[in-house]
């Protein structure tokens, strides 16, 4: 069974393409000298090409961060870079169709966030969105892990927050049906709640998770929400190993504030997952600190899990990195580069845990470059395992 659970996992990820079965193949040998604690480096036979999207505010120079300690590091990948960007008159359907049809031929990319303007200009659907609904980015994973060396109201978390991105409030259906009577259109489908239901069950599978909790708001959207919740215990019964619950969103919210210790893996619509993303990300230190990854059945996209562009910090070098690093380091694991992941993840976490460099965000005064800085110095003075 749990064979048949992992099977499903990866066709959920997107890992059963000709290309990606020839890269599990490829890299078994070096994963099986990693079980050794003297093992060295790992050395991939190839260079992977990864798209690049650097997104507005601080992105460019959180993307900067990860290609210097790519360098450092001596990492195998290889950038394919493009500028989008709808506030900076960087967005055309050819630069959209240039990114799609770079991140289909490499089936990952590293993004940052694509600022979507108040203003309506005559487009309801952001470029963000249109990306997600192309690639059919359905399943956005934020895990919320308290950093070790840097104290919050609550240290120690470890949970996961699994969100449906492809529908829900984000449908951009809206019209002004009278004057001053705007209708926006909620979208629940149970193709698309089953979906991301056994997402999120097979992760917690994979993961050695005991518990998923359904976030809903089916007492008010008796019918929207009531069909999500209907799906996830639909799902949850093909999982009996797995303990299931369902919250309310609202009660959802103080919970976290209160005891986030609860919850494991919490399954929820578009909007409340967007909320409680930052919501969770604050817990442990804000939007610069936690990484976050969307999958579609072919594609994995990497960012940060608190999408805030940070458009005040731009060129003052203040930045956190950390969570773009973090980001970085999950999409080697993806990539099976299980040794240059951990190489990356390690020196960030030890810059944090020494706690001589810290940003603005966590109390410090240090600077973007100062954290890159001692990252790299990091990987230069590797510890042996």
């Not at 260079?47 to 990860?66: I, K, N, S």
């Amino acid at each position: 069974t749990h064979i048949i659970l992992l099977f499903d996992l990866t066709l959920t990820l997107g890992l059963s393409s000709p290309r990606w079965q020839q890269l599990a193949s490829r890299q078994l040998s070096v994963s099986a000298t990693l079980c050794s604690p003297e093992a060295p480096p790992a050395r991939a036979d190839a260079t992977f090409r990864v798209t690049m999207v650097p997104g507005d505010g601080v992105g460019p120079e959180l993307m900067t961060a990860v290609k210097e300690v790519f360098k450092a590091g001596d990492v195998p990948v290889e950038f394919e870079e493009f500028h989008l960007s709808e506030v900076q008159n960087m967005a055309s359907e050819e630069k959209l169709d240039q990114v799609l049809t770079s991140m289909k031929t490499n089936k990952v990319a590293m993004k940052g966030k694509i600022h979507t303007p108040m203003e309506f200009k005559g487009e309801l659907a952001s470029y963000e969105m249109r990306l997600r609904r192309k690639l059919d980015l359905f399943a956005n994973v934020v895990h919320v892990n308290s950093l070790p060396g840097y104290s919050t109201r609550h240290n120690n978390l470890d949970l996961v927050i699994i969100r449906e991105q492809t529908e829900g409030e984000y449908s951009s259906l809206e019209h002004e049906s009278v004057t001053g009577v705007i209708e926006c259109l909620k979208i629940i489908t149970r193709e698309k709640s089953r979906r991301i239901a056994k997402f999120a069950f097979d992760y917690a599978t994979k993961k050695g998770r005991n518990k998923v909790t359904a976030v809903h708001k089916a007492n008010i959207m008796k019918l929207a929400d009531g069909l999500f919740l209907q799906s996830c215990a639909e799902i949850a019964q093909l999982y009996p190993k797995i303990q299931y619950e369902n919250i309310i969103i609202d009660n959802c919210c103080m919970q976290l504030v209160q005891n986030p210790y609860q919850f494991d893996v919490l399954v929820m619509p578009n909007l409340y997952g967007n909320i409680i993303d930052n919501l969770a990300a604050g817990l442990v230190g804000g939007a610069g600190v936690v990484p976050g990854e969307s999958y579609s059945a072919e594609y994995a996209v990497f960012e940060t899990g608190a999408r805030h562009p940070f458009a005040q910090a731009v060129g003052r070098n203040i930045a956190n990195p950390t969570a773009m690093l973090l980001s970085a380091s999950n999409m080697l694991r993806h990539l099976n580069l299980e040794y240059h992941s951990n190489m990356v993840s390690d020196a960030v976490k030890r810059v944090i845990k020494q706690g001589k460099v810290r940003t603005r965000d966590l109390g410090g005064y240090s600077t973007t470059s100062d954290f890159v800085r001692a990252v790299v110095e990091n990987l230069r003075h590797r510890p042996a395992n």
